[in-house]
Structures are given as C-alpha cells and as structure tokens.
C-alpha cells in the first residue's frame, strides 16, 4: 500500500530525495516516516513526522534530511542534502494508519518496499 522512489547513487555531498505514496485503501495515517537499513544492520529510524508536521529526525541526519508531508495526497518525502558515505542504505517509507474494517477498527503500520541509496565517495 505504501510506493516508494527516487533512490539512486550519488557522490558524498550530494542530495537526493524519496518520495512514497499510499494507496487510498489504506485508511486515516497519522505518523508516517522513514526508516533506513545498511548491511549487516538493524533497521532504523531516520525521521518521521505527525499529522500536524511536527518531525523528529535521527541525531545523524539532523541538519541535513527534511522530511515532508502532504496529507491530501497521502505522500511523504524525504529530502536528504549533505549526503555521507554512511548514509548508504536501503529506504524504507513507513505509515501508521486506522481504518474501519467491517464493524471493527484495525490500526497498523504499513511499509514500502525499499529504495536504494548509495552515497560514493
């Protein structure tokens, strides 16, 4: 339910920028995010970002990413500047969403399916 884009190889400094739509299937989203993981580690959390656009970043990437949202569109995005050679990983978008199913509420989290980035030096 969630696409996610615009990963690719870049030089050190360089800025790049994801993008992830959900589908409209998926509900009412209220944080949505993105979270990263690099080879042989666990995944993590590179920023997110409410309803009302308050964000949190992770401390590596702040100054550097701005994460985004228009929730009309149900899009977030992810603008990352300055980018290291340690920023090298595969993206993740994420959205924590409610929706009625039948007579009942389900909340859940739904992820994209991955983009690359690679940052050479």
């Known amino acids: 339910q969630l696409q996610a884009s615009g990963g690719g190889l870049v030089q050190v400094g360089e800025s790049l920028k994801l993008s992830c739509a959900a589908s409209?299937?998926?509900?009412?989203?209220?944080?949505m995010g993105w979270r990263r993981q690099a080879p042989g580690n666990q995944r993590e959390l590179v920023a997110s970002?409410?309803?009302?656009?308050?964000?949190k970043y992770a401390d590596s990437v702040k100054g550097r990413f701005t994460i985004s949202r228009d929730n009309a569109k149900n899009t977030v995005s992810l603008q990352m500047d300055s980018l290291k050679p340690e920023d090298t990983a595969v993206y993740y978008c994420?959205?924590?969403?409610?929706?009625?199913?039948?007579?009942?509420?389900?909340?859940?989290?739904?992820w994209g399916q991955g983009t690359q980035v690679t940052v050479s030096s």
């Open positions: 970002i409410g309803s009302g656009g308050v964000a």
């Open positions: 994420e959205a924590d969403y409610i929706r009625l199913q039948g007579s009942n509420y389900e909340v859940g989290r739904s």
């Open positions: 409209g299937s998926i509900g009412k989203i209220n944080d």
